[in-house]
């Protein structure tokens, strides 16, 4: 690709699952095949310069990220560097995301600022039932506090998961946490954050469709479901009163864009809303259309080797 104007869609949730630097790591290996087995096909296993070359042969670009869950279920983390130094490696294409634990306090919120500021990351990714905390937790407030001062968006996965699905005991994983009406205390307490809540949240629908009406900084990616799966209600608010808010989002590679479009295709959206779900609000939301290259978003060249932060 040369430029924004040939990007097609825009992804808004696609995950690093393979690191080149890590050792394979055993409880992720256990949790991805629980995954696979949940969604019954078979899940790819890209690199990130895997991930980057699918995503260019199809004209889109991707918000890629990895997931900070090693105090939550001892999971060892592919590092939020190696996603954003990746990630420069194919910034036509890949927008980093870091994900750190808000129970780090002080250190997570360290390690945030230091990763906008050295590494160029474009916002932050937040799962609270694989990270085990609520996020209206006043103790998530630090590092809520270092993104909106960076005006960065913030994704919180909502409603049921695939993580830990028909693990025993749920692979420890409590659903509880993540229901999106935690999130309306973050909205009104970050009024200048972004934040998008991600996937249609059964069985908490309603509750993501009103916050998202009421708070104005609040999206919702449709990540994570096959479009056909969608409720009706949340097929009337993309096609009205949300069409401005709404993200195309596919959870690869638990769901690849192609699946996920193909079934889009059939849902009754009207067709001058679609470009505004697959392309249009993201560009808005991460200022992509406010330079002649990629808006805001200028990568900074990661720190020499030894030096400190």
Same mark, same amino acid.
């Given at each position: ?16 699952? $393979? ?8 409880? &992720?290996?256990?949790?991805? &095949?629980?995954?696979? &087995? ?24 991707? %918000? ?18 190696? %996603? ?9 294409? /890949? ?84 229901? !999106? ?9 970050? !009024? ?18 009103? $916050? ?34 709404? /993200? ?5 590679? $638990? ?26 609000? &993201? %560009? ?13 978003? %200028? ?11």
């Amino acid at each position: 690709m040369t430029g924004l104007n040939k990007v097609v869609a825009i992804d808004m949730h696609t995950h690093a699952t $393979v690191s080149t630097r890590n050792a394979p790591d055993e409880v &992720a290996i256990a949790f991805d &095949a629980a995954m696979a &087995a949940y969604f019954k096909e078979k899940m790819p296993r890209p690199t990130i310069a895997e991930t980057a070359a699918y995503y260019r042969e199809r004209n889109m670009m991707a %918000v890629i990220f990895t997931v900070d869950t090693e105090r939550a279920n001892g999971q060892v983390r592919i590092t939020n560097e190696e %996603v954003a130094e990746e990630s420069a490696l194919h910034q036509d294409v /890949l927008i980093p995301f870091a994900s750190i634990d808000p129970m780090r306090g002080k250190m997570g919120a360290r390690e945030a600022r230091r990763l906008i500021k050295d590494y160029g990351v474009r916002g932050f990714k937040f799962h609270p039932s694989a990270q085990e905390f609520y996020p209206n937790d006043r103790d998530a407030y630090e590092l809520y506090e270092v993104i909106a001062e960076a005006g960065l968006p913030a994704v919180f996965h909502s409603g049921q998961t695939g993580v830990g699905a028909k693990m025993r005991g749920g692979g420890g994983v409590r659903l509880k946490y993540s229901d !999106p009406m935690f999130l309306d205390d973050v909205a009104v307490d970050f !009024p200048d954050m972004p934040i998008i809540i991600a996937h249609p949240s059964f069985p908490w629908q309603e509750n993501a469709l009103a $916050v998202a009406t009421h708070k104005p900084q609040v999206y919702i990616d449709l990540s994570g479901w096959s479009p056909k799966y969608f409720s009706p209600l949340l097929i009337q608010y993309a096609n009205s009163i949300l069409k401005d808010k709404m /993200l195309f989002g596919s959870d690869f590679p $638990v769901i690849t864009p192609d699946r996920w479009l193909e079934d889009f295709d059939k849902i009754g959206i009207r067709p001058e809303v679609k470009p505004l779900i697959l392309r249009d609000n &993201a %560009v808005r939301l991460l200022g992509l259309d406010k330079d002649p290259v990629y808006g805001r978003y %200028v990568r900074l060249a990661p720190p020499a080797l030894g030096e400190c932060c």
